[in-house]
Each structure stands twice: as C-alpha cells, then as structure tokens.
C-alpha cells in the first residue's frame, strides 16, 4: 500500500482518531464551538493535507492556514490550541503509517505528511503572530520598565 492509496481508503478513521484527541486535550475554543464543526475543520485539513502530499504540493494547505488563522484568531482561539488541532491529525496520520505501511516506507511517508502540516503551522503561526502584533496588548506596559528606580 502506498500512503496516499492510505489516506484515502483510511481517512475517515484519521478523522475520527483526530477528532477524539482533540475532544481529549479540552480545547475551549473547539468545545464552545461545537463538535460538527470540530470535526468538519479536521476533515477540511486532512482533505488538504492528502491533497498536498498526493501533488506535492504546498500552495493550498499554506492558504488554508493562513485563512483559518484569521478566522480562528477573530473569533478569539488562542493560536496553542488551533496548532493542537494540526498536530493530533498529524499524530492520527502516523498512527496510521506505522500501523498500515512497512517500515522501509515510513521515512518517506512520515516526511511527507510532516512537510505538508509543517508547512501549514508554519503559515498558520506566522499569520497569527502578524495579527496579534498589530493589537495593542492592553495587559503589556513596558514604559514602567524604563522608568526609573522606585522613588526617582
């Protein structure tokens, strides 16, 4: 078997593997926002993430993390807890390359699928960071640092 016949005969399973860890970890943000729609964001970015690995190709997956991380940061996610749901697909993926594929096949495949969600929390992180940084942080007041002694 190959990784991507793999994702595609297994992928309602990763899903489900995924989707488990994630109601596992107590993700605030996730819970209030419901389990459809848990699980329906997981299958997106799996759906993605085969995509990539079957075309090599990383457009799509770094668009898709840009784009969620403007969403998932307006609707005030924490960006730990969206990366959490990046890494329990991939932790479901490799569960499923060691348990499915030989191992003389693991390195390629476990390269493969962590090129393509690395290439995303890259995207994600650096598209979130970008947007917490152009809001002032009301709780951050650095000025007091530079003041001077007490009593000056």
């Known amino acids: ?9 297994g992928g309602d399973a990763i899903v489900n593997d995924a989707f488990l860890a994630v109601q596992r970890s107590h993700l605030k943000s996730y819970e209030q926002h419901g389990a459809d729609q848990t699980r329906q964001r997981l299958r997106d970015l799996f759906i993605l993430t ?3 690995v ?3 190709k990383l457009g799509p ?7 969620i991380a403007a969403a998932r940061y307006a609707a005030g996610f924490d ?3 969206v990366q959490t749901a990046f890494n329990v697909l991939e932790e479901a993926i490799w569960m499923r390359i060691i348990k499915e594929l030989p191992p003389a096949d693991y390195a390629e495949a476990l390269g493969l ?3 393509v ?3 995303g929390k890259d995207a994600l992180a650096r598209a979130y960071v970008s947007l917490a940084s152009k809001s002032k942080a009301p709780t951050l007041d650095l000025q007091s640092l ?6 000056d």
């Open 61 to 67: 997956i770094i668009a898709h993390a840009e784009s």
């Open 79 to 81: 960006l730990w807890e």
């Open 113 to 115: 699928v962590s090129t």
């Open 54 to 56: 079957a075309d090599r």
């Open 1 to 9: 078997m190959q990784l991507t016949q793999l994702l595609k005969e």
């Open 50 to 52: 085969a995509r990539a």
């Open 146 to 151: 530079f003041s001077g002694a007490a009593g």
């Open 117 to 119: 969600l690395g290439a």
